[in-house]
């Protein structure tokens, strides 16, 4: 029982923090919008948005124990996403070494974080 309860407050940290990230993106879209890769068509702050209303989708499902394995699912292949999309190539072919840092950080923090995605699907019910 002791087991459950702490993996409860953990998967509601989890829920918290993608709340967080979720309301940053439609907060300060002009922060993340340097971020989306140039192979994706224009669409302003689009491709901003649609992430961040998937953290607050999955921050609900967490909280509320409803769909929780697809939520953790399809958060972890999110993640991955940015990880090879994003952070990989930035981390790559960044030239100053403040900027690699920053992203070897943020590709070992969202693969970490879907690490604990997959760990959450895997044990839940729903």
Do not use: C
């Amino acid at each position: 029982m002791k087991e459950q309860i702490i993996s409860r407050i953990a998967i509601i940290l989890l829920a918290l923090v993608m709340a967080v990230f979720g309301v940053y993106h439609f907060i300060y879209p002009q922060n993340l919008v340097g971020y989306v890769p140039s192979f994706l068509p224009a669409a302003g702050n689009l491709w901003v948005y649609i992430p961040g209303a998937a953290f607050i989708l999955t921050a609900i499902a967490f909280i509320t124990n409803k769909m929780v394995k697809t939520a953790a699912y399809l958060l972890a292949v999110l993640l991955f996403i940015f990880v090879l999309t994003i952070h990989l190539p930035n981390f790559l072919y960044a030239g100053d070494p403040e900027v690699r840092q920053s992203e070897f950080i943020n590709l070992l923090k969202d693969t970490a974080i879907a690490a604990f995605a997959l760990h959450i699907a895997s044990n839940s019910p729903n």
